[in-house]
């Protein structure tokens, strides 16, 4: 059998690397990067091999030529990474490392195609067009050839849009351990696979994902996908997002245009958990828009469109002040353009633990006294807000 130095030669030499992620450290090795991505770029005029080191905050890049990288990407395997993921042209590789430092090479058909090359190449996609994603193709997204079905052009769109969101979250999870997610309210759970597909297959990091919803019909359907996709640790619950149980730490919560006030009870069981990431982007909010009387501004609510719109961002604005005072870092984004969708909103929030709240509490509670409003969120948190809120 051919040592992995010789597999790698004749892999660098005859077949030349697409995309590979080296993951999950060897027990003897001292932990220095967490993770090494390597791509082809083509700097002034030569093609080279970009190795991306990841730290736990920061991230550093070599180009190497080819026979710089059959050395380092050897030694990589040899005596640092007991997983490495390689894609050619023409096969998949998956190479493991067992706790005695054997490596064995299994590989599969490619699934990978060369795309034009530049080390300035304008932004590109986190998925792109002509690579063949087997989840898309399943989803209905993408013909199996890898192109996007044109009336399915928005939805590919926003998949990406919103795995570079989930790209930012990269440095606030723990990759030495299995990262665990939730995803409240999945229904067909395109956004679900997209971000196993993104985390497990492209970053290579270990995540155990759990996609709930009220739907039996749709958690019958995502859970025979994942089956069919061999997504091992993707899987799909029925319930209710209020009163699900998890036993044991939750990393990230997902929730993604879970109807009204089910977003708060989402954002309720993350910060029980103290989950470190947290997305949101609400949908149809009407609780507080029974709730709002408020005199001073009659003369434009009395348009229902524009009431409509105002409730909806107090509730979001009120959501993001709420994870604010819980000790978390937030951030309220564009999620899409709204001419593809309304729902355009996405709270991303951060566990930083911060303990100097008083400033966001005191505008908090005069914000409130001014509207006249109690929104939904406190009766989610219940108790934990309220002695944040009291201090
Ligand atoms: C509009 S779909 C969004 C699906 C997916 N997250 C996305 O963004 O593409 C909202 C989903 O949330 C589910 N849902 C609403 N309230 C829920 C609750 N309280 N518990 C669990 N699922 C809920 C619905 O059944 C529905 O499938």
């Known amino acids: 059998m051919e040592s992995i130095t010789q597999s790698i030669q ?25 993770k090494v991505t390597i791509k082809k770029v083509i700097i002034q005029n030569e093609e080279k091999y970009q190795f991306e080191y990841f730290y736990d905050k920061n991230v550093e890049h070599k180009n190497l030529n080819n026979d710089e990288t059959k050395e380092e990407l050897s030694k990589l395997i040899e005596t640092y990474f007991k997983q490495a ?53 399943e989803l209905g997204i993408m013909t199996k050839e890898g192109k996007v079905i044109k009336a399915k052009y928005d939805k590919f769109k926003q998949i990406n849009r919103y ?10 999870l723990d990759k030495n351990k299995t990262i665990r997610i939730i995803d409240f309210g999945c229904g067909k759970a395109y956004l679900t696979f997209a971000l196993y597909d993104y ?39 029925q ?4 009163g699900f149980k998890q036993y044991g730490e939750v990393d990230m919560v997902i929730s993604l245009h879970a109807c009204n006030t089910a977003t708060d009870e989402a954002l309720a069981q993350a910060v029980k958990w103290d989950a470190k990431v947290i997305l949101a982007v609400p949908c149809c909010q009407h609780e507080l828009l ?9 003369p434009i609510m009395k348009y229902g469109i524009i009431k409509e719109k105002v409730a909806s961002l107090l509730t979001d604005g009120l959501r993001a002040n709420v994870l604010e005072i819980m000790g978390y870092r937030t951030q309220v984004l564009e999620f899409i353009d709204m001419e593809h969708t309304p729902k355009n909103i996405m709270i991303r929030a951060f566990f930083e633990d911060t303990k100097n709240i008083s400033k966001v ?13 109690s929104p939904y969120i406190e009766q989610a948190f219940g108790e934990k807000l309220i002695n944040r809120l009291e201090k």
């Open 10 to 34: 004749n892999i660098v030499d005859e077949e030349a690397i697409i995309h590979s992620v080296l993951s999950g450290i060897q027990k003897n090795a001292q932990k220095t990067f967490n």
């Open 85 to 137: 993921i390689i894609h050619t042209s023409s096969w998949d590789y998956h190479i493991l490392v067992n706790k005695k430092g054997e490596a064995k090479i299994n590989k599969k058909q490619a699934t990978r195609k060369f795309e034009e090359i530049s080390h300035n190449r304008k932004k590109k996609y986190i998925i792109n067009e002509g690579e063949k994603s087997a989840f898309l193709i």
């Open 163 to 172: 795995l570079e969101l989930v790209s930012d979250c990269i440095p606030y």
């Open 199 to 237: 985390l497990v297959l492209k970053m290579g990091y270990n995540v155990e994902i759990v996609g709930l919803d009220l739907k039996e019909n749709v958690i019958k359907f995502c859970s025979n996908l994942a089956k069919k996709l061999n997504y091992d640790d993707l899987r799909f619950e």
């Open 239 to 242: 319930g209710d997002i209020k």
């Open 290 to 298: 029974k709730k709002i009387k408020n005199e001073k501004m009659a």
């Open 361 to 373: 509490v005191n505008e908090y509670k005069e914000f409130k006294t001014q509207w006249q409003i």
